[in-house]
């Protein structure tokens, strides 16, 4: 323990020592380049003395940075290339040294390709250190947006404002991508870095070499959190290279561990504050408003005009909802209704969203028959007495609806019962039924997705 703190000890002033060679190195190409242009004498010694101190102060650089990969903080395959290209560039300073130095004399122009090759090699040298000190894209973070977007590495970042909520799951698309891209190179199944692996909730559970790494329901108590929110100056920071979780991506974390951890839920199934929708919407641009369920339906096939004529003899109205989708409202226009009509419906069945067949002597027997407009989110069968609470058993299979009138229909507070099946359902309308406002207050009580009215 004693002889690795010394070594991060020392290996810390790798960071301070790598600018004298850069400097001596600089400094010698400068003055020979400024004496060829301008034709002065200059003794060749001033020129190797500067590649001499260049080659010993690089020495005691690549001696303190191999010091510095001890301390078990750097992941070998970032930091690999650094390194042997920094013992590279040592090899380059003393070939550079020999020829500055008239010892050796290889060609005609190796004075100005040695000095091209080291300038290079520390161009790269150096950006690599920058990229593992300071996270990748340090150079680029501030250019002007259009050559920055030009430069900067992608983050592995995947944006949902085109998803649904219920598509979108709390560990595997939220939390797992900022583990990616801030933890899992040191945490994976290769590397496990004081024994952690980060890839699933089960691996994280189990926790590594300081034992458990995440407690459910206590974000305080969880190493994961507070290795992140320390100070970055603090040994046991997290991550110890590269860019640090912002601030948004720590509090959803922190969401995370402290409500929803032992599950992998969708979105579409929990109950958020606004300012948890306001943290989603901006790490992952997630639209937590509902969308109106016909944009779900934009690649229905083609209908044909004409076909919608044998609605028209059957007494049914009809209307596209818009010009960007193949959706229809239909409204039945007759005194009575009957099964042979109802079944007329049957071949635009996924085109019906929004169905009206008000005051037609409908029955329940009828309403089996539209049980299979799966799509259909507006259900309007007002003024139909023959509707009692058996015929609202036939509507279950209608998955998506999401409004029901039922004003001046025969139900009663039976109809509770088959309501709260009804998943998608949210307004219901029941003015002159025979339900009792006692029910109706303690329906809507104890069911908050949904609202039954008794006025229109």
Partial sequence: MFSIEISTFLGRFHPLIVHFPIGFIFLGILIETYTNIIKLRIHRKVIAFCWMMGLITSIFAVIFGWLLTLNGY?????????????????????I??????????????????INFLVILTLVIVGHQGANITHGKNYLYEYLPSNINNFFQEKKNVKYYENSEIDSIKIFTDLILPVFENKCIDCHNQNIKSGGLNMLTIKDIKNGGLSGKSIIAGNSSKSLIFQRATLSQDNKKFMPPTGIPLTYDEINLIKWWIDKYLNSDLKLSELKLSGEEKSLLEKLYKINMNPKPYYEKLKDLPKINIDELEVLEKSEFKWNFISDNYELLEIKFTGKKIDDEKILKLKKFSNHIVSLSMTNCKLTNDNLQK?????????????????????????????????????????????IFENLVEFKKLKKIYLWKTNVTKNEVDKFNLENSDKQIFLGI
């Fill in 96 to 113: 550079g040294w020999l020829i500055k130095s008239n010892i050796l004399n290889l060609f005609k122009k190796q004075d100005f390709f």
């Fill in 74 to 94: 750097y992941i070998e395959n970032q930091i690999s290339l650094h390194k042997w290209s920094g013992v590279f560039l040592l090899f380059l300073t003393f």
């Fill in 370 to 414: 539209i049980s299979d407009l799966y799509n259909l989110v507006n259900l309007d069968i007002n003024n139909n007495s023959n509707i009692s609470d058996d015929g609202i058993k036939f509507l279950k299979n209608l998955e998506n609806l999401e409004k029901i009138n039922l004003y001046g229909t025969n139900v009663s507070n039976l």
